[in-house]
Nanobody, 115 residues
Framework: QVQLVESGGGLVQPGGSLRLSCAASGSIYSIHPMGWYRQAPGKERELVAS???????NYSDSVKGRFTVSRDNAKNTVYLQMNSLKPEDTAVYYC?????????WGQGTQVTVSS
């Protein structure tokens, strides 16, 4: 059974930075696409960034130039470096992994950008 554990969320002032981590554990025998999504109160969950098994990267327009997604395949971990954070980045951030049997989601980590 595969599990995703996210960490790194918290409260940060506008203009600050945070780094989120998402570690996959369990029966993983190859490299799979992973991604970061976020959901703000009253809004739908939206894609933030994704990284394929070949490390092809896609960002939403709202975070381009500020966020960087990366992965460490040896650790089955994906990271999201978030710089120049804005109040509108406040949301619960979720990571996911696309497995042959379906997509698995993490439990989410809260990011709050406020002065």
């Amino acid at each position: 059974q595969v599990q995703l554990v996210e960490s790194g969320g918290g409260l940060v002032q506008p203009g600050g930075s945070l780094r989120l981590s998402c570690a996959a554990s369990g029966s993983i025998y190859s490299i799979h696409p992973m991604g970061w999504y976020r959901q703000a109160p009253g809004k739908e969950r939206e894609l933030v960034a994704s990284i394929s098994s070949l490390s092809r990267i896609n960002y939403s327009d709202s975070v381009k130039g500020r966020f960087t997604v990366s992965r460490d395949n040896a650790k089955n971990t994906v990271y999201l470096q978030m710089n120049s954070l804005k109040p509108e980045d406040t949301a619960v951030y979720y990571c996911n992994i696309d497995l042959p049997r379906g997509t698995l989601w993490g439990q989410g980590t809260q990011v709050t950008v406020s002065s």
